[in-house]
Protein backbone atom coordinates (compact mmCIF):
# COMPACT_ATOMS: atom_id res chain seq x y z
CA UNK A 1 0.00 0.00 0.00
CA UNK A 2 1.21 3.44 -1.00
CA UNK A 3 2.57 5.65 2.00
CA UNK A 4 0.02 8.88 2.01
CA UNK A 5 3.08 10.88 3.75
CA UNK A 6 6.78 9.64 2.92
CA UNK A 7 9.87 10.36 5.10
CA UNK A 8 13.47 10.84 3.85
CA UNK A 9 16.00 11.52 5.82
CA UNK A 10 19.62 12.56 5.26
CA UNK A 11 22.19 14.39 7.43
CA UNK A 12 19.53 14.32 10.39
CA UNK A 13 17.34 16.79 8.31
CA UNK A 14 14.10 14.90 7.52
CA UNK A 15 12.10 15.65 4.44
CA UNK A 16 8.26 15.06 5.23
CA UNK A 17 6.27 14.83 2.02
CA UNK A 18 2.50 14.77 1.33
CA UNK A 19 2.15 12.32 -1.07
CA UNK A 20 -1.61 12.31 -3.21
CA UNK A 21 -0.36 14.11 -5.98
CA UNK A 22 -3.18 13.19 -7.97
CA UNK A 23 -5.76 14.91 -6.01
CA UNK A 24 -3.10 18.11 -5.74
CA UNK A 25 -2.16 16.20 -1.86
CA UNK A 26 -5.59 17.21 -0.36
CA UNK A 27 -6.08 16.04 3.08
CA UNK A 28 -8.41 13.31 3.48
CA UNK A 29 -8.48 11.33 6.82
CA UNK A 30 -6.22 8.74 5.97
CA UNK A 31 -3.55 11.50 5.33
CA UNK A 32 -4.49 13.04 8.20
CA UNK A 33 -4.10 9.80 10.27
CA UNK A 34 -0.54 9.24 8.69
CA UNK A 35 0.78 12.76 9.12
CA UNK A 36 0.00 12.83 12.99
CA UNK A 37 1.86 9.61 12.99
CA UNK A 38 4.80 10.48 11.13
CA UNK A 39 4.93 14.10 12.95
CA UNK A 40 5.11 12.25 16.42
CA UNK A 41 7.87 10.35 15.02
CA UNK A 42 10.20 12.81 13.89
CA UNK A 43 9.37 14.70 16.77
CA UNK A 44 11.06 12.00 19.41
CA UNK A 45 13.61 11.05 17.08
CA UNK A 46 16.50 12.37 18.43
CA UNK A 47 18.93 11.80 15.21
CA UNK A 48 16.42 14.36 13.16
CA UNK A 49 17.83 17.90 13.57
CA UNK A 50 15.28 19.65 11.42
CA UNK A 51 12.15 18.78 9.26
CA UNK A 52 11.51 20.26 5.54
CA UNK A 53 7.67 19.42 4.86
CA UNK A 54 6.78 19.69 1.09
CA UNK A 55 3.95 17.96 -1.34
CA UNK A 56 4.74 15.55 -3.92
CA UNK A 57 4.03 16.65 -7.49
CA UNK A 58 2.71 19.93 -8.18
CA UNK A 59 1.20 21.29 -5.60
CA UNK A 60 1.93 21.62 -1.92
CA UNK A 61 -1.61 20.84 -0.83
CA UNK A 62 -4.86 21.77 -1.76
CA UNK A 63 -6.37 21.67 1.90
CA UNK A 64 -9.74 19.47 2.37
CA UNK A 65 -10.54 16.92 0.46
CA UNK A 66 -13.74 17.95 -1.31
CA UNK A 67 -14.98 14.72 -1.68
CA UNK A 68 -14.52 13.51 1.78
CA UNK A 69 -16.91 17.51 2.12
CA UNK A 70 -19.55 16.44 -0.08
CA UNK A 71 -19.56 12.21 1.74
CA UNK A 72 -19.74 14.28 5.14
CA UNK A 73 -22.75 16.36 4.40
CA UNK A 74 -24.51 13.07 3.80
CA UNK A 75 -24.89 12.35 7.33
CA UNK A 76 -27.71 12.93 9.11
CA UNK A 77 -28.39 16.61 10.13
CA UNK A 78 -28.25 15.55 13.79
CA UNK A 79 -24.43 14.00 12.95
CA UNK A 80 -22.68 16.39 10.69
CA UNK A 81 -21.74 18.97 13.65
CA UNK A 82 -20.85 16.60 16.09
CA UNK A 83 -18.64 14.30 13.67
CA UNK A 84 -17.28 18.07 12.51
CA UNK A 85 -16.03 18.59 15.96
CA UNK A 86 -14.34 15.48 16.26
CA UNK A 87 -12.77 15.72 12.84
CA UNK A 88 -11.87 19.21 13.46
CA UNK A 89 -9.95 17.51 17.22
CA UNK A 90 -7.96 15.45 14.49
CA UNK A 91 -6.69 17.98 12.30
CA UNK A 92 -5.81 20.61 15.09
CA UNK A 93 -3.81 17.77 16.23
CA UNK A 94 -2.21 17.68 13.24
CA UNK A 95 -1.17 21.63 13.04
CA UNK A 96 -0.10 21.41 17.09
CA UNK A 97 1.83 18.84 16.69
CA UNK A 98 3.97 20.27 13.58
CA UNK A 99 3.96 24.11 15.20
CA UNK A 100 5.11 22.61 18.08
CA UNK A 101 8.00 20.23 16.45
CA UNK A 102 10.83 20.94 19.29
CA UNK A 103 13.05 21.70 15.86
CA UNK A 104 13.07 23.63 13.11
CA UNK A 105 10.34 22.99 10.65
CA UNK A 106 10.70 24.58 6.94
CA UNK A 107 7.74 24.74 4.66
CA UNK A 108 8.70 23.84 0.53
CA UNK A 109 5.79 24.99 -0.77
CA UNK A 110 6.09 23.75 -4.45
CA UNK A 111 2.64 24.65 -5.67
CA UNK A 112 -0.42 25.59 -4.80
CA UNK A 113 -0.44 25.97 -1.19
CA UNK A 114 -5.15 26.65 -0.54
CA UNK A 115 -7.01 26.40 2.54
CA UNK A 116 -5.51 23.90 5.25
CA UNK A 117 -2.65 23.60 2.78
CA UNK A 118 -1.78 27.13 3.55
CA UNK A 119 -3.03 26.65 6.83
CA UNK A 120 0.12 23.74 7.05
CA UNK A 121 2.57 25.99 5.59
CA UNK A 122 1.76 28.56 7.96
CA UNK A 123 2.12 26.34 10.78
CA UNK A 124 6.10 25.77 10.12
CA UNK A 125 8.79 28.46 11.21
CA UNK A 126 9.59 29.46 8.14
CA UNK A 127 8.37 28.64 4.40
CA UNK A 128 10.17 28.72 1.25
CA UNK A 129 8.06 29.32 -2.19
CA UNK A 130 8.71 27.84 -5.37
CA UNK A 131 8.57 30.51 -8.19
CA UNK A 132 5.10 28.40 -9.50
CA UNK A 133 3.68 28.81 -5.33
CA UNK A 134 0.59 30.31 -4.42
CA UNK A 135 -0.86 30.93 -1.91
CA UNK A 136 -4.98 31.36 -0.90
CA UNK A 137 -6.95 31.45 2.11
CA UNK A 138 -9.74 30.09 0.25
CA UNK A 139 -12.34 28.69 3.01
CA UNK A 140 -14.81 31.73 2.54
CA UNK A 141 -14.89 30.33 -1.17
CA UNK A 142 -16.42 26.90 0.67
CA UNK A 143 -18.57 29.19 3.14
CA UNK A 144 -16.21 28.27 5.69
CA UNK A 145 -13.41 29.60 8.25
CA UNK A 146 -9.63 28.83 8.62
CA UNK A 147 -9.45 25.19 10.86
CA UNK A 148 -6.43 24.75 10.58
CA UNK A 149 -4.34 27.94 12.43
CA UNK A 150 -4.57 30.47 9.82
CA UNK A 151 -6.25 33.16 12.14
CA UNK A 152 -3.70 32.53 14.62
CA UNK A 153 -0.82 32.57 12.30
CA UNK A 154 -1.13 34.64 9.45
CA UNK A 155 -1.85 37.73 11.53
CA UNK A 156 1.25 37.41 12.98
CA UNK A 157 3.40 36.78 9.93
CA UNK A 158 1.61 39.52 7.60
CA UNK A 159 -0.13 41.68 10.17
CA UNK A 160 -4.14 42.11 11.46
CA UNK A 161 -5.31 44.10 8.58
CA UNK A 162 -3.44 42.00 6.00
CA UNK A 163 -4.79 39.18 7.20
CA UNK A 164 -8.47 39.82 7.56
CA UNK A 165 -8.04 41.11 3.39
CA UNK A 166 -6.48 37.45 2.44
CA UNK A 167 -9.18 35.65 4.60
CA UNK A 168 -12.18 37.70 3.55
CA UNK A 169 -11.30 37.86 -0.06
CA UNK A 170 -9.49 34.33 -0.82
CA UNK A 171 -7.32 35.99 -2.70
CA UNK A 172 -4.42 34.18 -4.50
CA UNK A 173 -0.96 35.46 -3.80
CA UNK A 174 2.21 34.34 -5.69
CA UNK A 175 5.27 33.67 -4.78
CA UNK A 176 6.76 36.78 -5.10
CA UNK A 177 3.95 38.97 -3.20
CA UNK A 178 4.22 36.13 -0.70
CA UNK A 179 7.70 37.33 0.35
CA UNK A 180 7.06 40.41 0.12
CA UNK A 181 4.17 40.77 2.61
CA UNK A 182 6.16 38.20 4.85
CA UNK A 183 4.15 35.54 4.37
CA UNK A 184 6.63 33.32 3.12
CA UNK A 185 10.56 34.23 3.85
CA UNK A 186 12.32 33.09 0.85
CA UNK A 187 11.55 32.50 -2.89
CA UNK A 188 13.51 29.43 -5.19
CA UNK A 189 13.71 27.75 -8.21
CA UNK A 190 11.19 25.27 -8.28
CA UNK A 191 14.01 22.32 -9.92
CA UNK A 192 15.97 23.32 -6.68
CA UNK A 193 13.29 23.58 -4.00
CA UNK A 194 13.72 20.86 -1.54
CA UNK A 195 17.20 21.02 -1.49
CA UNK A 196 17.20 24.90 -0.94
CA UNK A 197 14.77 24.67 1.62
CA UNK A 198 16.84 21.68 3.21
CA UNK A 199 20.23 23.15 3.21
CA UNK A 200 18.58 26.49 5.42
CA UNK A 201 16.66 23.60 7.47
CA UNK A 202 20.62 22.06 8.00
CA UNK A 203 21.96 25.66 8.36
CA UNK A 204 18.98 26.27 11.06
CA UNK A 205 19.88 23.34 12.99
CA UNK A 206 23.30 23.17 13.64
CA UNK A 207 22.88 24.66 17.65
CA UNK A 208 22.33 23.36 20.43
CA UNK A 209 19.03 21.39 20.41
CA UNK A 210 18.29 22.19 23.72
CA UNK A 211 18.90 25.80 22.96
CA UNK A 212 16.85 25.74 19.77
CA UNK A 213 13.87 23.77 21.43
CA UNK A 214 13.53 26.31 24.50
CA UNK A 215 13.86 29.24 22.40
CA UNK A 216 11.17 27.74 19.70
CA UNK A 217 8.70 27.27 22.48
CA UNK A 218 9.15 30.80 24.44
CA UNK A 219 9.37 32.49 21.29
CA UNK A 220 6.45 30.95 19.82
CA UNK A 221 4.30 32.28 22.98
CA UNK A 222 5.60 35.58 23.45
CA UNK A 223 3.41 37.96 21.56
CA UNK A 224 0.65 36.47 24.36
CA UNK A 225 2.75 36.44 27.19
CA UNK A 226 3.76 39.35 29.64
CA UNK A 227 7.38 40.30 29.93
CA UNK A 228 7.68 38.91 33.56
CA UNK A 229 6.05 35.28 31.79
CA UNK A 230 8.86 35.66 29.08
CA UNK A 231 11.79 36.07 31.56
CA UNK A 232 10.03 33.96 33.67
CA UNK A 233 10.28 30.74 30.72
CA UNK A 234 13.69 32.15 29.63
CA UNK A 235 15.11 31.62 33.32
CA UNK A 236 13.80 28.10 33.45
CA UNK A 237 15.24 27.61 30.75
CA UNK A 238 18.72 29.34 31.08
CA UNK A 239 18.71 26.64 34.37
CA UNK A 240 18.41 23.53 32.53
CA UNK A 241 20.82 24.75 29.44
CA UNK A 242 23.37 25.76 32.43
CA UNK A 243 23.28 21.20 33.07
CA UNK A 244 23.94 20.48 28.91
CA UNK A 245 26.84 18.50 27.31
CA UNK A 246 26.50 21.04 24.94
CA UNK A 247 27.29 24.50 27.36
CA UNK A 248 29.72 22.54 29.32
CA UNK A 249 31.62 21.72 25.98
CA UNK A 250 31.14 25.12 24.59
CA UNK A 251 32.53 26.94 27.37
CA UNK A 252 35.43 24.61 27.61
CA UNK A 253 36.41 24.41 23.87
CA UNK A 254 36.55 28.69 24.55
CA UNK A 255 38.55 28.53 27.40
CA UNK A 256 41.27 26.28 25.58
CA UNK A 257 40.64 28.54 22.74
CA UNK A 258 39.94 25.44 20.52
CA UNK A 259 36.20 27.18 19.93
CA UNK A 260 36.53 28.90 15.99
Not at 97 to 111: C, D, I, Q, R, T
Request: charged share 25%.
Amino acid sequence: MTALVELAIEDKIAVVTLNRPEVRNAINDALRIELIAMLEHVGTDETVRAVVLTGKGKSFCAGGDISGMKERLKAPPGDVAFNGWRRQGQTHKSIVLLHGLPKPVVAAVNGAAAGLGCDLALACDFIVASEQAQFTMSFVKRGLVSDGGGMYFLPRRVGLARAKELIFTGRVVDAREAVAIGLADRVAPAETLVADATAWARELSQGSPASIAFSKAILDRSFESAEEQVFALGREAQAVCYTTAEHRESVEAFLNKTDR
